[in-house]
């Protein structure tokens, strides 16, 4: 309606249409033209079409190269997909190889508690403390691809393999952990093992008294022998049956001079008659170490060494736990 007005105004004021004189610079005759209203509108109406029709067709030419790039964009990305989809399948493959090998770590693992369980079985069980062993799966490990879905229900080879890496990574630290445990408890059973006083205390395992009830040599009388008595001269070096700690190296009633070492686990080693110390209280040593030196002092007959494994301070038979 405001367009209508407008023209009617402009038709009212202009409807003679236009007058446009020449006038030339030198001397001439001055020439007019008469040109209608509705002329004038025509050629207006036809150079605001071409400038909208400019300007329109430059739009659609800036949006066309924006659609374009815009797919030249989408083929650079699915160029890439292509190329990783091609790289996610043997990767993805390597993933199923991964778990095969991860349960043959885990059977050998498997095999290695039985082994361990069997170790405590026959030894550990009648001298160490050994913390009962966790018990561990014996289930294999399984890759649940089917379990990965999209929007579409169809699981990807990249979804699948993401789930795949997840689940390795979870199976890995469930590995580690129970390898873990077991490493813990060898390391323990082994430092029992060091700890343990078997190692003979002389390179000669020539015994002149067993553990028992025997007559004393000076006494006279029958009583209980707690150790065994080892032949040894003067100033023969006499070694540590275990790892431990000096607890006492001086002299003590019967037993002369005498170094008794704390092996833990309710352990102890005495090593009586002596001549002469190689350690002090406090010192740590370790299975197998000089620690002194055989002798005759203290209630002896002649040079020997008194060799005494004490459990819960109670003496044991040294024959049942030496090599």
Same mark, same amino acid.
């Given at each position: 309606?405001?367009?209508?007005? +407008?023209?009617?105004?402009?038709?009212?004021?202009?409807?003679?249409?236009?007058?446009?004189?020449? $006038?030339?610079?030198?001397?001439?005759?001055?020439?007019?033209? @008469?040109?209608?209203?509705?002329? $004038? $509108?025509?050629?207006?109406?036809?150079?605001?079409?071409?400038?909208?029709?400019?300007?329109?067709?430059? @739009?659609? $030419?800036?949006?066309?190269?924006?659609?374009?790039?815009?797919?030249?964009?989408?083929?650079?990305?699915?160029?890439?997909?292509?190329?990783?989809? &091609? /790289?996610?399948?043997?990767?993805?493959?390597?993933?199923?190889?991964?778990? !095969?090998?991860?349960?043959?770590?885990? /059977?050998? =693992?498997?095999?290695?508690?039985?082994?361990? &369980?069997?170790? *405590?079985?026959?030894?550990?069980?009648?001298?160490?403390?050994?913390?009962?062993?966790?018990?561990?799966?014996?289930?294999?490990? =399984?890759?649940? /691809?089917? /379990?990965?879905?999209?929007?579409?229900?169809?699981?990807?080879?990249?979804?699948?393999?993401?789930?795949?890496?997840?689940?390795?990574?979870?199976?890995?630290?469930?590995?580690?952990?129970?390898?873990? +445990?077991?490493?813990?408890?060898?390391?323990?059973?082994?430092?029992?093992?060091?700890?343990?006083?078997?190692?003979?205390? +002389?390179?000669?395992?020539?015994? !002149?008294?067993?553990?028992?009830? =025997? =007559?004393?040599?000076?006494?006279?009388?029958?009583? *209980?022998?707690?150790?065994?008595?080892?032949?040894?001269?003067?100033?023969?070096?006499?070694?540590?049956?275990?790892? #431990?700690?000096?607890?006492? @190296?001086? &002299?003590?009633?019967?037993? #002369?001079?005498?170094?008794?070492?704390?092996?833990?686990?309710?352990?102890?080693?005495?090593?009586?008659?002596?001549?002469?110390? +190689?350690?002090?209280?406090?010192?740590?040593?370790?299975?197998?170490?000089?620690?002194?030196?055989?002798?005759?002092? #203290? !209630?002896?007959?002649?040079?020997?060494?008194?060799?005494?494994?004490?459990?819960?301070?109670?003496?044991?038979?040294?024959?049942?736990?030496? *090599?």
């Amino acid at each position: 309606m405001k367009l209508f007005s +407008l023209f009617k105004d402009l038709k009212r004021e202009f409807g003679k249409g236009f007058t446009f004189m020449i $006038v030339p610079n030198s001397s001439g005759a001055v020439r007019s033209c @008469a040109i209608p209203f509705s002329v $004038v $509108v025509v050629v207006l109406a036809i150079i605001f079409f071409n400038i909208y029709v400019f300007v329109g067709y430059t @739009a659609q $030419v800036w949006q066309i190269k924006r659609i374009q790039n815009d797919i030249g964009e989408k083929n650079r990305q699915i160029t890439k997909l292509l190329s990783e989809q &091609r /790289e996610v399948k043997p990767t993805l493959e390597r993933s199923k190889q991964i778990i !095969t090998e991860l349960n043959k770590l885990k /059977e050998e =693992r498997d095999r290695l508690w039985q082994i361990w &369980r069997s170790v *405590k079985k026959k030894d550990g069980k009648a001298f160490l403390k050994i913390n009962r062993v966790t018990n561990v799966s014996s289930k294999p490990y =399984r890759l649940d /691809e089917f /379990e990965v879905f999209i929007e579409d229900d169809e699981a990807t080879d990249l979804s699948i393999l993401n789930s795949n890496i997840d689940q390795l990574a979870a199976f890995l630290k469930e590995e580690n952990n129970s390898q873990g +445990l077991l490493i813990k408890e060898l390391a323990k059973f082994e430092d029992s093992l060091n700890r343990r006083p078997n190692h003979w205390p +002389l390179k000669s395992s020539f015994i !002149t008294s067993i553990f028992g009830i =025997r =007559r004393h040599p000076i006494l006279g009388y029958y009583r *209980k022998h707690p150790g065994i008595d080892l032949r040894a001269s003067i100033g023969t070096k006499v070694f540590a049956a275990g790892y #431990g700690v000096v607890i006492y @190296a001086g &002299r003590k009633g019967g037993y #002369g001079r005498v170094v008794i070492i704390d092996h833990g686990n309710n352990y102890k080693s005495y090593y009586a008659h002596l001549s002469r110390y +190689l350690v002090r209280k406090g010192q740590v040593v370790r299975k197998g170490q000089a620690i002194c030196l055989s002798g005759n002092s #203290g !209630t002896s007959t002649g040079p020997h060494l008194h060799f005494e494994i004490r459990r819960n301070n109670r003496p044991v038979n040294p024959m049942k736990i030496l *090599k």
